[in-house]
Every structure is written in C-alpha cells, then in structure tokens.
C-alpha cells in the first residue's frame, strides 16, 4: 500500500513561483517513478513530469524549463518547482505512481494563478 500527499498549492501572481511537495509512504522505493500530473478546469489530467531514483527525470514538452522536478529520497517527498507562473498553469496538481500494475495517486493540491 502506497500513501502521497501533495501540498504546497495556492494563490499566485503571473510570474511568480511556487514550490509542491509529494510525501509518499508505504511500500515504495527510488526505482519507482513518481509522476507529476496536472488537471485545468474543464479540462483532462495532463502528464507535467517523472523522476526515476533522485536525478533522472522527464517532463512534457510545455514544460518549457519552468518546471523542476526533484526527490528528497531520505524525506520520502516528491517535489515541483514552477517559476514563471501563467494562468495557464492554473488547476490541480496530483502525484502519483505505479507499483505492480496499481495506480496510486495523492489527492491533489490546488494551485491558482491570478492577479
């Protein structure tokens, strides 16, 4: 069984930044991927990123360098780095991760992009 937690969402000004955390638990370790998704209003679940162990990661092509993803593997947490924040980027951040064919995923933290 796997436990994620997401937090560190909220309000933001265009062009600020913001940094998320994943804490994870249970029974998962640094050859899991854990994956950032992202979901707008009114809009599908969109894959942001993935690290695999503490340094390997991969991230959608609108990502454009904004975006950092980072794992603390002591801490067990997951991280989101967003710089450069647009409206666009405004919704639901959510991470997850497979483990032996099951989707685990945290229930996710709200990030706001506004003046």
């Known amino acids: 069984q796997v436990h994620l937690v997401e937090s560190g969402g909220g309000l933001v000004q265009p062009g600020g930044s913001l940094r998320l955390s994943c804490a994870a638990s249970g029974n998962l370790d640094s050859s899991n991927p854990l994956v950032w998704y992202r979901q707008a209003p009114g809009s599908q679940r969109e894959w942001v990123g993935s690290?695999?162990?503490?340094?390997?990661?991969y991230y959608a092509d609108f990502v454009k360098g904004r975006f950092t993803i980072s794992r603390d593997l002591a801490k067990n947490t997951l991280y989101l780095e967003i710089h450069f924040l647009k409206p666009e980027d405004t919704g639901v951040y959510y991470c997850s991760t497979n483990i032996n064919s099951r989707d685990y995923w945290g229930q996710g933290t709200q990030v706001t992009v506004s003046s």
């Open positions: 690290i695999i162990g503490s340094s390997l990661t």
